[in-house]
């Protein structure tokens, strides 16, 4: 459920400030004011989204597009950038934090710390039935979209 007091929505209404960086009808992108390294950045959508799959095609990909195009001028901008990670997490125990869709644009150098934390469950080859039978439950998901 979409709580219209969670800070995006604070600020895409106005009630708080942040540092922009582009705007248009579909989104809004901001600096993040506690950025994983200098230049983070949030790109969000102005209709009210917790999750990804609440948004059309259109506007997921625009917010996508919106992102390419400022992970571009992050690293021409002069701020530290070598490479730069695209972070959406959707739902609570993917670690989003917000109730409301935020793509991350990070900018990554060598040696900055930050990486993907794995336990010690994961990253394990799975068989290929396991394999098969999971895209097969997936391909059905689909709604009819082949799968090979």
């Not at 708080?16 to 200098?38: M, S």
């Not at 993907?116 to 394990?124: A, C, F, I, L, T």
Request: charged share 20%; with cysteine.
């Amino acid at each position: 459920m979409y709580d219209d007091q969670n800070i995006f929505a604070r600020i895409l209404r106005g009630e708080l400030p942040c540092y922009k960086l582009y705007e248009d009808a579909v989104c809004l992108a901001f600096l993040d004011i506690f950025p994983v390294n200098p230049g983070h950045l949030l790109v969000i959508p102005k209709q009210k989204a917790v999750s990804l799959s609440e948004l059309d095609a259109a506007t997921a990909g625009h917010l996508l597009m919106t992102a390419q195009k400022l992970a571009d001028s992050l690293r021409v901008s002069g701020v530290r950038c070598e490479g730069v990670n695209f972070w959406l997490s959707d739902g609570a125990e993917a670690g989003q934090e917000v109730p409301h869709v935020h793509l991350h644009v990070i900018p990554r150098f060598k040696g900055d710390g930050f990486g993907w934390k794995v336990g010690p469950n994961n990253r394990k080859a799975l068989p290929a039935g396991e394999l098969e039978a999971l895209a097969s439950a997936i391909c059905r998901a689909q709604g009819g979209v082949p799968c090979s």
